[in-house]
């Protein structure tokens, strides 16, 4: 015989009764927006902050675009060409195209002058896939960093992708994302940090930092 569940404590009772009150009201006074545009248009999304998740949240939309059946592809602008981890195997699986145009982390680089050159270059190559028309949906990695740096001029890429083709969706994450890039946006999350494992001492984990 399945045991019965148990009753909820008296703070669960009370947490429980006051979400139902709100939820509905919230339901009966709710009332769809007006003005919202029908059909697709590309979005600028930047995902920023000093929090976890940044690019995960990307390639978490990646997942979705390739679902629809949208064609997506994404540069890294940090991490190099041979990098294997857990995103780019399942990426290869998919036929997802995923390129490292940098040379690793920019505080272990042995010559930032060259780290800047991958930059520019990494740049030219995404601005040819943006302007190419190939691509529904195409995410820059980590690419506030080249912009913060003066690796890469924000006047050439805002005319980019101001002038990108108005179906084509944009992602762009990492740290720092210039004011000049948050305004032009459509969509911006900040994500911050509330805890993270590292403060405990406990290292990355395979499947969930690499």
Same mark, same amino acid.
């Given at each position: ?34 003005? &919202? ?24 939309? /990646? ?10 592809? /994404? +540069?890294? +602008? ?6 294997? $981890?857990? =995103? ?8 997802? %195209?995923? =390129?490292?145009?940098?040379?690793? #982390? ?16 990494? #740049? ?14 195409? @995410?820059?990695?980590? $690419?506030?960093? %080249?912009?913060? +740096?003066?690796? @890469?001029? #924000? %006047? ?13 969706? /944009? ?7 210039? %004011? ?13 940090? @509330? ?14 930092? &690499?």
């Amino acid at each position: 015989m399945t045991d019965l569940p148990a009753a909820p404590d008296p703070q669960t009772q009370a947490r429980r009764e006051r979400a139902m009150a709100e939820l509905t009201e919230a339901r009966d006074n709710y009332s769809r927006p007006e003005g &919202y545009s029908k059909g697709r248009r590309g979005l600028l999304i930047v995902n920023t902050g000093n929090g976890k998740g940044k690019t995960t949240a990307a390639l978490g939309l /990646m997942m979705r675009a390739h679902g629809r059946g949208l064609r997506v592809r /994404m +540069f890294q +602008f940090l991490k190099h060409d041979t990098a294997k $981890f857990g =995103e780019h195997r399942t990426l290869d699986a998919l036929g997802i %195209p995923c =390129e490292g145009l940098g040379d690793g #982390w920019t505080w272990r680089s042995k010559d930032l002058e060259n780290s800047a050159a991958l930059a520019a270059e990494g #740049w030219r190559l995404a601005r040819a896939a943006i302007e190419g028309g190939e691509y529904d949906l195409i @995410v820059l990695d980590e $690419f506030t960093y %080249p912009l913060k +740096f003066g690796w @890469v001029a #924000w %006047p050439e890429v805002e005319a980019v992708l101001r002038a990108r083709h108005p179906d084509l969706h /944009m992602i762009i994450t990492g740290r720092d994302a210039l %004011p000049e890039l948050v305004a032009l946006a459509d969509t911006v999350s900040e994500i911050q940090p @509330v805890k993270h494992a590292y403060e405990a001492g406990i290292g990355g984990q395979k499947g969930i930092e &690499y």
